[in-house]
Antibody, heavy 124, light 113 residues
């Protein structure tokens, strides 16, 4: 059974850097084709994809947030970390990580399952 | 980015009726090399994370009731919920995974009449 769980600070001040950790089990991020993605969802809005890291360290970022995001993985700890610099109140949202199933030599799959989500508030 | 547009924004149906949710992409999400449509559908209940229902536009995820069905190709897609049950009250999202922007529709809220 695959599970993921997000963790980090619940309150961050504007201009600070937000660091979120996704701890997962039930799969290995060294398995060919697999990926872990990060999303966020402001209250009452649709989810927004932020970043994705594949088993082979191939990394993709949202074009609109690329300059502020960094995604890394620690395969030995079964964790993926997302950092977002220079946060603003508009970054207040529930942040999710999710597993991307995959196949060797393939890119682009759905995300399943998702973690329970973690609410981050940006406020002074 | 590929823009995903859902209709309607909200939908009220009676128990046992059929609900139909549409999703239109601004660009074809059919990959000609494998003839697959790179579209998924998610269900999100209040306070919960999105749950995968459908991938490849019409393949039901394991464990998803067969009253949920996906159809369509190219730019136009439909999620059909036959014989709607009370537990189907949720927001439904389509998402494309054709391009690495993984964009979602704005969501369709399903309520009971």
């Amino acid at each position: 059974q695959i599970t993921l769980k997000e963790s980090g600070p619940t309150l961050v001040k504007p201009t600070q850097t937000l660091t979120l950790t996704c701890t997962f089990s039930g799969f290995s991020l060294s398995t060919s084709g697999v990926g872990v993605g990060w999303f966020r969802q402001p209250p009452g809005k649709a989810p927004e994809w932020l970043a994705l890291i594949y088993w082979d360290d191939d990394i993709r970022y949202s074009a609109s947030l690329r300059s502020r995001l960094t995604i890394t993985k620690d395969t030995s700890k079964d964790q993926v970390v997302l950092t977002m610099t220079n946060v603003d109140p508009v970054d207040t949202a529930t942040y999710y990580c999710a597993h991307m199933p995959g196949a060797p030599n393939a890119r682009g799959y759905w995300f399943d399952p998702w973690g329970p989500g973690f609410l981050v508030t940006v406020s002074s | 980015d590929i823009v995903m547009t859902q209709s309607p924004d909200s939908l009220a149906v009676s128990l046992g009726e059929t609900a139909t949710i549409n999703c239109k992409s601004s660009h074809s999400i059919l990959y000609s090399a494998n003839n697959k449509n790179y579209l998924s559908w998610y269900q999100q209940k209040p306070g919960q994370s999105p749950k995968l229902l459908i991938y490849w536009a019409s393949t039901r995820e394991s464990g998803v009731p067969d009253r949920f069905g996906g159809s369509g190709a190219g730019t136009d897609f439909t999620l059909t919920i036959s014989s709607v049950q009370a537990e189907d009250v949720a927001i439904y999202y389509c998402q494309q995974y054709y391009s690495t922007s993984y964009t979602f529709g704005q969501g369709t809220k399903l309520e009971m009449k």
